[in-house]
T-cell receptor, first 110, second 114 residues
Framework: AQSVTQPDIHITVSEGASLELRCNYS??????LFWYVQSPGQGLQLLLK??????LVQGIKGFEAEFKRSQSSFNLRKPSVHWSDAAEYFC????????FGAGTRLTVKP | KAGVTQTPRYLIKTRGQQVTLSCSPI?????VSWYQQTPGQGLQFLFE???????NKGNFPGRFSGRQFSNSRSEMNVSTLELGDSALYLC?????????????FGPGTRLTVL
């Protein structure tokens, strides 16, 4: 069955530390891949997307993600987290329609 | 350019009532998609409209319907409300239909069913 999995429900990192949020998908073919961020009381904002080509994708706010076909993964990374990065992060997969992972809530410790 | 606007932002209804939510896309955008977000089910795709035609539909009962007007504004209607319909309803607009087009999300309408 087609699915998107974000294994981590909640992650806490210290400000200035590096961050990696995991995303795995299960589809017959390589779908479109997205990462969105949602701050409290707000809608979703697109951080980055992957359709094809270079497997390392740069996004806004200093985020990047790497597509690994062999692992069916599209993990989001940031080298140094800022307090303003605290939010919920969603991995999404587009094939016939858009499907979202359950989300990972990021807490940033001062 | 103004972003996606959704009205109302908050809504309280009782079981059995119906509700209509409105979404105004970014100027020039012709595609509008609707999503339901709940703590239990997460974000789920409801449907997409492009040029007043429904292009795609998620797995929701017929109580959930929508339409799009010639100015690309969209409405979503839920009839015979159930407690489980309590959710944040998000609207997203894009220039064209299709997943390759970036979607811009509105702030959502928080629906509470009592």
């Amino acid at each position: 069955a087609q699915s998107v999995t974000q294994p981590d429900i909640h992650i806490t990192v210290s400000e200035g530390a590096s961050l990696e949020l995991r995303c795995n998908y299960s589809y017959g073919a390589t779908p479109y891949l997205f990462w969105y961020v949602q701050s409290p009381g707000q809608g979703l904002q697109l951080l980055l997307k992957y359709f094809s080509g270079d497997t390392l994708v740069q996004g806004i706010k200093g985020f990047e993600a790497e597509f690994k076909r062999s692992q069916s993964s599209f993990n989001l990374r940031k080298p140094s987290v800022h307090w303003s990065d605290a939010a919920e992060y969603f991995c999404a997969v587009g094939y016939n329609d858009m499907r979202f992972g359950a989300g990972t809530r990021l807490t940033v410790k001062p | 350019k103004a972003g996606v606007t959704q009205t109302p932002r908050y809504l309280i209804k009782t079981r059995g009532q119906q509700v209509t939510l409105s979404c105004s896309p970014i100027s020039g955008h012709r595609s509008v998609s609707w999503y339901q977000q709940t703590p239990g089910q997460g974000l789920q795709f409801l449907f997409e409209y492009f040029s007043e035609t429904q292009r795609n539909k998620g797995n929701f009962p017929g109580r959930f319907s929508g339409r799009q007007f010639s100015n690309s504004r969209s409405e979503m209607n839920v009839s015979t409300l159930e407690l489980g319909d309590s959710a944040l309803y998000l609207c997203a607009s894009s220039t064209f239909s299709g997943l390759a087009n970036e979607q811009f999300f509105g702030p959502g309408t928080r629906l509470t069913v009592l």
